[in-house]
Every structure is written in structure tokens, then in C-alpha cells.
């Protein structure tokens, strides 16, 4: 079982951006998709982004269409998503899954404040 790294995260002000990366081996993220959710304080888990296997196919949440970017980092073992034009309703727990296996990180907190 290995387990996913969150990183990157911090305090943003509106406007501003910021690159989360989710760390795994390369065997790992060679046959697994990864997907992105967040969990702001009290409430429910929504989906950020997803970046398949093969990197070709990416899907994002309807709030952060246009301004997330999901991408796979092979040279890193890594899949980053960069997140612009953030606004304090971005705030939350960042939160890396892969799928299918299942395997979640322990997340990367977020908080967009000026």
C-alpha cells in the first residue's frame, strides 16, 4: 500500500496562485489515474481535477474550470495542479487520491485570505 504525498500548500491572497503537487513512486503513478478533491471546513469533499494514467485525458470540477491545471510530472513522479485566479472559496483541504486502488494522502491545506 503506499500512500500519496500532498504538497504546496499555504496562505494566498484573492488573485493570486499556487502549485500543489501529489508525490508517488513511478510504478505507482504509472498505472494509476489521480484525482484531486478538497474539503473545506464543514463541509462535504468535492472533486477538484483528475489526470488519467496515461496523462492524455484531465476532467475538472465545474467551480475551478479555467483556472486549475492539472498535469503530470514524469521526470518528478508527481502530478501538480496549478491553480490561478484563486478566490477565498477555494479555501480548503487539498486532497490527492489514486484510483483505482484507492489510496489517499493526508492532504495540503489551502487557505486563499487577504
Known amino acids: 500500500q503506499e500512500q500519496p504525498v500532498e504538497s504546496g500548500g499555504g496562505l494566498v491572497q484573492p488573485g493570486g496562485s499556487l502549485t500543489l503537487s501529489c508525490a508517488a513512486s513511478?510504478?505507482?503513478?504509472?498505472?494509476?489515474?489521480v484525482r484531486w478533491f478538497r474539503q473545506p471546513p464543514g463541509k462535504e469533499r468535492e472533486f477538484v481535477a483528475a489526470?488519467?494514467?496515461?496523462?492524455?485525458?484531465?476532467t475538472y470540477g465545474e467551480s475551478v474550470k479555467g483556472r486549475f491545471t492539472v498535469s503530470r510530472d514524469l521526470e518528478n513522479n508527481r502530478v501538480n495542479l496549478q491553480m490561478h485566479s484563486l478566490k477565498p472559496e477555494d479555501t480548503a483541504l487539498y486532497l490527492c487520491?489514486?484510483?483505482?486502488?484507492?489510496?489517499w494522502g493526508q492532504g495540503t491545506q489551502v487557505t486563499v485570505s487577504s
Open positions: 487520491n489514486l484510483y483505482p486502488a484507492g489510496y
Open positions: 513511478e510504478r505507482t503513478l504509472a498505472t494509476a489515474a
Open positions: 489526470i488519467g494514467w496515461s496523462g492524455g485525458g484531465t
